[in-house]
């Protein structure tokens, strides 16, 4: 239900991935075509990496489309790795609480889809984050709890193992609720080196995701396209929706797969729920 | 640009006319039809009358389909004579200033539309505002301005014949400037005792305006509809866009023409603009 | 650290009492003398009972003393009950739903003062909230929790005995986990029939509360103010801290005590808090 | 009825003068002592120089005191020549496009005080903004008229001399019109490389204005603070209220003068406005 972007690359100024391409983020908060739905103006939020300990994150309820704020911004931010995040909220409420990328010390976290019927399981994925994180949880968006279930499971050293430990909690309670597809989505995570991006559904018809090929394929295909010269050699994005007009130039992640870009270190591996080993004692 | 609704009648919850109906004015905010872009998400405003001397008008810079605050004043307020207005902006702020309906005094104005090439235009017709008139302009909306030239105009007099000179200045100016069709659109305007909306451009294509047929017509056609039954006779909706589900239940109103509603004395006339007599000096 | 009036009486607009008193509600946004605090700038509400089923609430996270919109709906909204709140927030986030006064069917509830060290007690209080009630929880007020607090312990039967027993876990809990004073504060409650105000602080230093004598009284004390002849006799104000220009005007509520009016049956009672019968199994 | 600050030197991030100092000038928006109002409360911008070809800007209709995306942008951005304004409206709404500072290719502008009686001048000031930059004015406030008539009389030519010609005209006309005293403030005003920081009303009583003293004294005063180590030995604040803990830190700028500091090129002269030549032909 929403529309995101991560960079990693050489630094350049945020507008160069969220304003100039042709069907750009922005864009598609007015016109997605892949998405759910074409409107994503529920809000935004973009996070950041530069030199300070933590990224910064700048969220607002605004439409994306005419938000002057973010316009600015994106025109004097640069960063080497970067998310943004266009909402199209379904039940919770449009604040800065509930706006993605969320934070937690040097990690980053947004997702596009649903936990299918929170209401019915929420109370019981609450109980499962650790006593001590329970306190950070701002806002009342399922994608905040999947973040701090997936920090309470371990996410700050091991990502896949902490993600598909929680999403395989949220099928659990799901499937004991009675919900016949209790997941739905894609993750993106961040530490500021790498970026690891989830496509996954209890349903196995997940939400669509893409990865640009690598740079030096895409100058042999483009040749005359500045913006390839300008970036590294190792820059990639990965996006919920392609965007740009360069045909050929992105690969789609497949069902029940993850993807880690960065340190020149691209990966593309299986992506598995893990189950909880005993029911969650409420 | 924009979509907008008038409703004229016996006093009835402004939900039934903003969220009941099918294809509601909210929904049009998503997902409009004929607008000249399907989504109204840069603000909106309600302007009602009630037992007060002046109109109340709510404004907010949310999307419509999101506003938790329209929607309980939608639920809470009750009017015999009410207008809404959602927004898709064309270069001027999202901000409450810009929002429609406007009001000076006993009258409310509203637009969906705009003044071909504001930014070479604004100037000159800013100067035809009456003097005592100016400082009570607070936006940058052209249909502001357009207010304000129809009150200088003699609008608390005669409306059509105050519009017919406005967008007839609007149209001098222009041509005077290189603009080939300076006005665009539909107008509403009221004392809370009438309804006048017009439909015009200079181009001769013009946004759409509707208008309800009668009620004892409707009722003939749908006698199973409750809420035909719950409103007076003499009800009746002006919309930019029809909503609901019964077809043959609204009449367009011709290019170039007019409707009054209100006091059971419903009409429907030739528009035409009044040039100004002489060139406006600056 | 907020600030809070409720109205009850013969109906009368919303401004009456927000805006038209010296040192009103509006005023105090900015200017209190009696809070913890002079500004009560982080937001507000108003929460009014009409003839519709539930009563309307508007929330704001602007500013009460610049909010154009809240001014609008004063001079239009006409009630015989209603409640107005000013937020100074202490941590959690100013947006709507943080805002006073909360809503659950016909109630509304709202609070100035707090729960202390929220963060250490508050998983085990949500952990209280009845199962059915948790995911109405919007927000991430302490108040919020109050008040899906004492609707678990049978506010709708029962306010005295419910508020009594909400506190009660709080100062449970709160002991348990080394807080002095769990809890401080001022609540005021409504059905739409009667309100009730409670003054407690586990410190036995509370936040103030004032009720209007009755109007025959006040009357005699100034029998040339109009306002006085306008509402009914059994009309009343709770405040959290007086306005007007009255001297003599205002009763103060005792420390631990709660006061009803409306259906012409006030009353003054003492109060005491009811701690768990047994320890919360968690 | 406002408080700024500017700053020029080596480059910090704008924390370490919004955030970290005592009574600093976000603590200012809700403490401020030497303001017409304790409270500033009705929005904010920020304006800061990099290597891009105009300074970015950043305004929002939050009070400063409880804006989440203020801190976290204050703690990303570095930048050795920015300004920060709070503002106190005046009549005006509270909308982004009255927020300071405002912006004209390299230039920023703010103010502190007031165009008296503007709805009275308005129309006369705004007829002699050249038309070429009509166009631009987006908002409704005094300042923003205040820039663009500075601009017309040539700002980014002689500073000095602009300003003095546009405060001449406000006189002007203020004086024709029957304003007793048209003009109070203080200006800040870069293009990237100085500032240069107005002090001046008509009726000879002005808002405050100070700069801190060269880096080199304080450093002898205060030889423990890391700070002033940190910045570099041409560093300046300007501010319309002192701020921090550092006794003696502070040169008030005399009433009619004007600071310029930047390019290690420091200066305090006499400022005299210059009434416009003959009468402006309306």
């Known amino acids: 239900m929403c529309r995101w972007l991560g960079y990693s690359g050489s630094p350049v100024l945020l507008s160069r991935a969220l304003y100039t391409?042709?069907?750009?983020?922005?864009?598609?908060?007015?016109?997605?075509?892949?998405?759910?739905?074409?409107?994503?103006?529920?809000?935004?939020?973009?996070?950041?990496?530069?030199?300070?300990?933590?990224?910064?994150?700048?969220?607002?309820?605004?439409?994306?489309?005419?938000?002057?704020?973010?316009?600015?911004?994106?025109?004097?931010?640069?960063?080497?790795?970067?998310?943004?995040?266009?909402?199209?909220?379904?039940?919770?409420?449009?604040?800065q609480t509930n706006c993605h990328p969320f934070r937690h010390g040097r990690w980053l976290f947004m997702h596009n889809g649903y936990v299918a019927e929170l209401a019915t399981v929420k109370r019981d994925l609450i109980l499962a984050v650790d006593e001590s994180l329970y306190p950070e949880i701002k806002g009342q968006a399922d994608t905040e709890i999947l973040f701090y279930l997936a920090l309470t499971f371990g996410l700050e050293d091991d990502p896949p193992d902490a993600v598909a430990r929680t999403i395989g909690l949220v099928e659990e309670v799901g499937h004991r609720k009675g919900v016949q597809y209790p997941f739905q989505g894609t993750i993106a995570i961040s530490d500021g080196g790498r970026i690891w991006a989830f496509r996954y559904s209890s349903e196995g018809k997940s939400r669509s995701l893409f990865l640009t090929k690598d740079v030096p394929t895409l100058r042999n295909l483009y040749p005359e396209r500045e913006i390839l010269h300008e970036v590294s050699a190792d820059a990639r994005l990965v996006v919920s929706e392609p965007m740009g007009d360069l045909p050929g130039a992105w690969n789609e992640v497949p069902e029940s797969s993850y993807g880690v870009v960065g340190h020149g270190d691209d990966q593309l591996r299986p992506f598995e729920v893990k189950p909880p080993a005993a029911a969650i004692a409420v």
């Open 21 to 95: 391409p042709a069907h750009s983020l922005i864009d598609q908060s007015l016109h997605s075509t892949l998405g759910a739905e074409p409107t994503n103006g529920d809000g935004f939020g973009i996070g950041w990496y530069d030199e300070q300990p933590e990224p910064g994150v700048f969220h607002s309820i605004e439409p994306a489309w005419n938000d002057q704020n973010l316009r600015e911004l994106a025109g004097h931010i640069t960063s080497g790795l970067f998310f943004a995040h266009i909402r199209a909220a379904i039940g919770s409420a449009v604040q």
